[in-house]
């Protein structure tokens, strides 16, 4: 058999980006003609198949799922690997675990190389860096070869396939609603751009809980960083321009490490000020005081994942009709907001 | 091409444990002459081949590397990926992570499916079960066969190949000396049974410290906890019992569980107790008060195994040496001790 090439080769050779191949041989507008042809002349010589063509795939079942998820710092993704692995492991299933690191080259890459007959199909949450591109041709070229696709918590619309995710709107709106029923005039949120699809409802959750209050929305209250990775600088200098009574955070790290910062200030938490995170993790859980958080139920969107993406896999059924499903997080109250 | 049969189909089979099938193909002493006899016609008959034999992986390379590692909960093996990824991308290797969960089958049933021709060699660092059980075939079996295999921090005497190891024992002595130095007496320790290699040697190390400062050892101050998970009631029970003046915890989370113990009992840490950790990670840097740790260098240890597997897969060299890297932990000093 001859050596398969990649998009990844094509890119090195062509000396353009993954993105750029894959876009050339979608024939995107985007992409000059000149680069288009190059690409699609090249692909042609070395006959490239999108994704190595899992050939027969319906026929020869692997019993592994591909997990391809954005990083393992966070609880929560540990989590839903475990919720995954649970299901998943019970069934009869491996889990095969690929980090994209937050970068859309690495989870183009991963996905090729399980994509190449290893799998039986896949369950993958979005890097920031593929939400932030909008470039979605590699789970498209996935789908449209009938391999089954869940995606889980960060999604896309562009995308037809099965989906799991949280209502982080309502996570985020009864969290706020939450510290305006304490009596919390400047409730701050720390968050990240728009283009992370979960940020974004997470967003509106909290203005719309201000707005049915009558509470002014302060933009210069609301942090946004550029992704879920710490920014210990973007953080000090937002506490240090703003007077706030109250703290949403869109992660449990964002959220212990400001408590440490207003701590330091010699504020008290809860009296001087409330905390709350998303995602009820081990920080939450033991950190001093432990935090209030929007649980997300992580294991349970991983073990929900698993399900649909196995019923897919073992289905006789040639009508594809997808499915998402969404769970409403749960506000768990500990120490660092007022009971 | 026939379906491959594996250890855990045989296993399934003949309703015996993939333990037993892969002692009995390696002709055990532990096994009886009958389970043998069926174990070993039933791999005949089915033509079974150790670990699918990665059939002529010399001559084809996937720029795979496959990781097979305990648990993600703990931030340590977080890190050993993340240094793994780093240097394993940059040489332009994917990495494929599979979790054993602590648990020996799912170990061998991971290892099958990804020496099948999917990778190019393996990291691994051994679940908590297999050093248990002390049963090491299915790494000599990979070993046999020239799939190149680098052992980090969790590591067996009884398997050939290269290691990377911290000097677990130096790390738990220099803590406990620390300890020793600010004027405690009662020193603590809670960690894991012995048949964990990490834990053993740092029980030593901390031992080698009191007696060295001649002071007793008191075995009822030493908590031995049956995994890494958390105990909360074990460790509880053991707070209940003992006066203590100081704790060294083997990782990061028993630390801060016991710190908020004894926080709730009204003392005062580090003026009434002192703790130290292993595991320089999120928790230890936000806890209140901060983490005072034996840092374990885990991404340096990842880098440097997948710098010693790579090399090992793109050697053209035939004769087999191996080494054992011993990296030095380091003591950072935060809130939780007198500075």
Redo the contacts between chains.
């Keep these: 058999m001859k050596p398969k090439i990649t998009l990844k080769d094509i890119a090195r050779e062509l000396e353009v980006s993954i993105s750029t191949v894959s876009k050339a041989l979608k024939n995107s507008e985007e992409i000059s003609r000149d680069t288009k042809e190059k690409v699609q002349a090249f692909a042609k010589l070395y006959n490239y198949k999108p994704n190595n063509i899992a050939i027969s795939l319906k026929n020869k079942r692997t019993k592994?799922i591909g997990v391809v998820i954005p990083a393992?710092?966070h609880h929560f993704f540990?989590t839903v690997?475990r919720g995954i692995?649970k299901y998943a492991?019970a069934k009869g299933y491996?889990?095969?675990?690929?980090?994209s690191?937050e970068s859309f080259d690495?989870e183009v890459?991963?996905m090729e190389?399980l994509a190449n007959g290893?799998i039986d199909g896949f369950i993958m949450s979005l890097s920031s860096e593929t939400q932030l591109k909008g470039d979605y041709n590699h789970l498209k070229e996935v789908t449209e070869q009938g391999i089954p696709l869940v995606l889980v918590d960060r999604v896309t619309n562009e995308v037809e396939c099965d989906k799991v995710i949280i209502d982080d709107e309502l996570g985020a709106y009864v969290a706020t609603k939450k510290l305006i029923e304490q009596g919390r005039k400047k409730i701050a949120l720390i968050t990240t751009d728009d283009y992370l699809s979960v940020s974004k409802a997470r967003t509106e959750g909290y203005k719309k809980a201000l707005l049915e209050s009558k509470m002014d929305i302060d933009e210069s209250r609301i942090l946004k960083l550029s992704t879920m990775e710490m920014d210990e600088q973007g953080i000090q200098d937002f506490f240090k321009n703003n007077d706030v009574d109250a703290v949403l955070c869109v992660n449990e790290?964002f959220t212990?490490?400001s408590?440490?910062l207003v701590?330091n200030k010699g504020l008290n938490i809860p009296e001087d000020i409330s905390f709350i995170g998303f995602t009820d993790g081990?920080?939450s859980q033991?950190?001093?005081p432990?935090l209030t958080v929007i649980a997300q139920h992580g294991e349970k969107m991983g073990e929900i994942s698993a399900q649909m993406l196995i019923d897919k896999v073992e289905s006789e059924d040639e009508e594809e009709t997808f499915q998402t499903k969404i769970l409403e997080p749960t506000l768990v109250v500990r120490e660092s907001t007022i009971n």
């Excluded at 491996?94 to 980090?99: F, K, R, T």
Aim: hydrophobic residues 50%; charged residues 15%; glycine residues 0%.
């Design positions: 592994n393992i710092v540990t690997i692995e492991n491996n889990v095969i675990v690929c980090l690191e690495r890459i991963n190389m290893s790290i212990v490490y408590m440490r701590q081990l920080l033991y950190a001093n432990s």
